[in-house]
């Protein structure tokens, strides 16, 4: 059975970093790719970062770019999502995602087949 479980999300400051991991089970990174998303309310799901299978390929949102690092450690089975500079439009759910590609993409939200339950980034003063 394959399970994804975020964490690391909370409060912080405008300007300020928080690390969000997403631990996972049923599965490994050779075969498949992990994206991050975000749901903030009253909007749709959005894409944030994704890293393929193997590491075969990264990808960020415009947003997002030059201040969120995704990376992963097979050993723990966890992919990370460092967040840095964050902005109150940052604040959001945020969500993992497992899909089985090595080209992973943050605008195919159907590409992905297993999801995790979420955690709160609320970037506030």
């Known amino acids: 059975q394959l399970q994804l479980a975020e964490s690391g999300g909370g409060l912080v400051q405008p300007g300020g970093s928080l690390r969000l991991s997403c631990t996972f089970s049923g599965f490994t990174l050779d075969y498949f790719g992990i994206g991050w998303f975000r749901q903030a309310p009253g909007n749709e799901r959005e894409g944030v970062s994704c890293?393929?299978?193997?590491?075969?390929?990264?990808a960020y949102a415009d947003s997002v770019s030059g201040r969120f690092t995704i990376s992963s450690d097979n050993a723990k089975n966890t992919v990370y999502l460092q967040m840095n500079s964050l902005k109150p439009e940052d604040t959001a759910v945020y969500y993992c995602?497992?899909?089985?590609?090595?080209?992973?993409?943050?605008?195919?939200?159907?590409?992905?087949?297993?999801w995790g339950q979420g955690t709160q980034v609320t970037v506030s003063s």
């Open positions: 995602a497992a899909a089985q590609v090595s080209f992973c993409s943050i605008s195919g939200l159907n590409d992905y087949d297993y």
């Open positions: 890293i393929g299978a193997r590491d075969a390929s990264r």
